[in-house]
């Protein structure tokens, strides 16, 4: 009842008798009722409405850094399939336990394991012995205790070793090169990360009997950066590694002179010293280990409607204690989760993925897809990336999710984040999801900085900003929010 409505008609009471009432209301006693109406009436106006999940981001307890923080405090790194994996699985599932999410489970998988050893290597001759700052690719083979000495076969890129005959690579140690720059979306590191993710493997073919690469990075410190490489079947494979920016610039400028120099002559010119490298990787391969996958949910009120998948990794590479690779990921995406379940339930399920083993072969992201890529998601989501601040968000969604669209870019707009032009791709651990049709919304983050610090030593709590972390964190709850309320029209 309005208040000027419930005024009246206490006015129109005033005078009635009702039974053996024999006097009416006091004036005085109705007019203070009056007032006490109105008075209720404009507080209940004024009460603003419960904060949504974005506003209790930008305010109390950093959840994401607390994650990251303990993560990389308490565990450090977590190595694929080994114990220090297994270790940060239990905790994961006792945080996300104390947390109050619901159906906290680990989802195992077997998975075959390698680990690093001895990492040595020298440019021999023709000028004094210099060390080089090495350290292997995952899936590496090893020289052995003693090592391997060999000449190098010197590529500016990896399209020059596809393209180069068999007798330039044969019994040499490949040497690819290549020229990385930083780029806010990372754009280069699908084209120069092709030496790293298969330049081993084109090697091996050709007869080649190790390969380094410039890491790829696009620092200037002396911190090579690991990575996985790839041997086809039935190919066998050959010791792998990456030397730092320093290094590679120092073993370039070595090659360039050597070839100035004369070591006989022919009758079509001369040929030149060779540039020498001896090389010490011991790397092992374990044999078939378990690793898994962390679950966890904030359970819609709708059970029938599909739910949102928000993901991240929970190992890291074993050089530095893999804070923006990637326990910034997880605290970001497991603080919007978080966020959104204490603003109010919402009506789609939220499900959370800490996927195991992704560095060495998105083992985690193919045992999801494995177990539940049948079931129906609403919309796939991830985080990894680094920590640093979200600036565009990207669309793969159906054409019935239009307005969906635009209300999730004006959502992230007064936090500084545009609109993109191309398409989500969703990310490694979801991506077969995204792959098999699923919907997705991928919020970019800035990656200026990123390859700096990707898998090297340097992947420590330190670099990451905790203003920029928190940023993340409001985004993602934004637009968390508004999907998991989304309308089974707007997406399946």
């Given at each position: 009842?309005?208040?000027?409505?419930?005024?009246?008609?206490?006015?129109?009471?005033?005078?009635?008798?009702?039974?053996?009432?024999?006097?009416?209301?006091?004036?005085?006693?109705?007019?203070?009722?009056?007032?006490?109406?109105?008075?209720?009436?404009?507080?209940?106006?004024?009460?603003?409405?419960?904060?949504?999940?974005?506003?209790?981001?930008?305010?109390?307890?950093?959840?994401?850094?607390?994650?990251?923080?303990?993560?990389?405090?308490?565990?450090?790194?977590?190595?694929?399939?080994?114990?220090?994996?297994?270790?940060?699985?239990?905790?994961?599932?006792?945080?996300?336990?104390?947390?109050?999410?619901?159906?906290?489970?680990?989802?195992?998988?077997?998975m075959?394991?390698?680990?690093?050893?001895?990492?040595?290597a020298?440019?021999t001759?023709?000028?004094?012995?210099?060390?080089?700052?090495?350290?292997?690719?995952?899936?590496?083979?090893?020289?052995?205790?003693?090592?391997?000495?060999g000449?190098?076969?010197?590529?500016?890129?990896?399209?020059?070793?596809?393209?180069?005959?068999?007798?330039?690579?044969?019994?040499?140690?490949?040497?690819?090169?290549?020229?990385?720059?930083?780029?806010?979306?990372?754009s280069?590191?699908?084209?120069?990360?092709?030496?790293?993710?298969?330049?081993a493997?084109?090697?091996?073919?050709?007869?080649?009997?190790?390969?380094?690469?410039?890491?790829?990075?696009?620092?200037?410190?002396?911190?090579?950066?690991?990575?996985?490489?790839?041997?086809?079947a039935?190919?066998?494979?050959?010791?792998a590694?990456?030397?730092?920016?320093?290094?590679?610039?120092?073993?370039?400028?070595?090659?360039?002179?050597?070839?100035?120099?004369?070591?006989?002559?022919?009758?079509?010119?001369?040929?030149?010293?060779?540039l020498?490298?001896?090389?010490?990787?011991?790397?092992?391969?374990?044999?078939?280990?378990h690793?898994?996958?962390?679950?966890a949910?904030?359970?819609?009120?709708?059970?029938?409607?599909?739910?949102?998948?928000?993901?991240?990794?929970?190992?890291?590479?074993?050089?530095?204690?893999?804070?923006?690779?990637?326990?910034?990921?997880?605290?970001?995406?497991?603080?919007?989760?978080?966020?959104?379940?204490?603003?109010?339930?919402?009506?789609?399920?939220?499900?959370?993925?800490?996927?195991?083993?992704?560095?060495?072969?998105?083992?985690?992201?193919?045992?999801?897809?494995?177990?539940?890529?049948?079931?129906?998601?609403?919309?796939?989501?991830?985080?990894?990336?680094?920590?640093?601040?979200?600036?565009?968000?990207?669309?793969?969604?159906?054409?019935?999710?239009?307005?969906?669209?635009?209300?999730?870019?004006?959502?992230?707009a007064?936090?500084?984040?545009?609109r993109?032009?191309?398409?989500?791709?969703?990310?490694?651990?979801?991506?077969?999801?995204?792959?098999?049709?699923?919907?997705a919304?991928?919020?970019?983050?800035d990656?200026?900085?990123?390859?700096?610090?990707?898998?090297?030593?340097?992947?420590t709590?330190d670099?990451?900003?905790?203003?920029?972390?928190?940023?993340?964190?409001?985004?993602?709850?934004?637009?968390?929010?508004?999907?998991?309320?989304?309308?089974?029209?707007?997406?399946?």
């Open positions: 009842m309005g208040a000027r409505l419930a005024i009246g008609a206490c006015a129109g009471e005033a005078y009635r008798y009702d039974g053996d009432m024999t006097a009416s209301l006091p004036l005085a006693r109705l007019a203070g009722f009056a007032t006490l109406l109105l008075a209720t009436a404009s507080a209940s106006a004024s009460i603003p409405p419960p904060p949504g999940a974005a506003e209790l981001a930008q305010r109390g307890e950093d959840i994401a850094w607390a994650i990251t923080e303990d993560l990389t405090t308490e565990i450090g790194p977590r190595m694929a399939g080994t114990e220090s994996e297994a270790a940060a699985r239990r905790w994961a599932v006792a945080r996300l336990q104390a947390m109050g999410f619901a159906n906290v489970r680990e989802e195992q998988f077997d075959p394991v390698w680990v690093r050893g001895d990492e040595q020298w440019l001759s023709p000028f004094l012995p210099q060390k080089l700052a090495i350290t292997a690719l995952g899936t590496s083979a090893s020289t052995g205790p003693k090592g391997i000495e000449d190098i076969a010197y590529f500016e890129s990896f399209d020059a070793l596809v393209a180069a005959p068999e007798h330039l690579v044969k019994g040499k140690i490949v040497f690819i090169d290549h020229q990385m720059a930083p780029a806010q979306d990372g280069g590191y699908g084209a120069y990360g092709r030496g790293r993710f298969v330049g493997n084109i090697a091996a073919k050709k007869g080649a009997i190790a390969t380094v690469i410039r890491a790829i990075g696009t620092d200037d410190h002396r911190n090579p950066h690991t990575g996985g490489t790839n041997f086809e039935g190919v066998k494979p050959i010791p590694g990456a030397i730092s920016n320093p290094d590679a610039d120092q073993l370039v400028r070595q090659w360039k002179r050597a070839q100035q120099m004369r070591k006989t002559e022919t009758a079509l010119g001369y040929v030149a010293e060779p020498r490298m001896k090389l010490v990787l011991t790397p092992q391969n374990l044999g078939t280990k690793s898994g996958n962390v679950i949910e904030v359970p819609g009120s709708d059970p029938a409607a599909s739910p949102v998948i928000i993901a991240c990794h929970l190992d890291s590479w074993d050089l530095g204690t893999g804070a923006i690779d990637d326990a910034a990921g997880c605290g970001i995406v497991t603080a919007a989760a978080k966020h959104v379940m204490s603003a109010g339930q919402p009506r789609r399920t939220i499900r959370i993925l800490w996927a195991g083993a992704e560095e060495v072969g998105v083992f985690g992201g193919k045992a999801y897809f494995e177990k539940h890529g049948t079931e129906k998601h609403a919309v796939a989501l991830e985080s990894d990336f680094g920590a640093d601040r979200v600036w565009r968000i990207d669309f793969k969604l159906p054409d019935s999710a239009k307005g969906l669209a635009d209300r999730l870019a004006a959502a992230v007064p936090f500084g984040v545009v993109g032009k191309q398409p989500a791709n969703g990310g490694a651990d979801i991506g077969a999801l995204v792959q098999a049709g699923v919907p919304v991928d919020l970019a983050q990656g200026t900085r990123y390859f700096d610090i990707h898998h090297t030593p340097d992947d709590l670099k990451i900003d905790p203003a920029q972390l928190r940023q993340n964190v409001v985004v993602w709850s934004a637009v968390l929010a508004i999907l998991a309320d989304s309308e089974e029209s707007e997406l399946p």
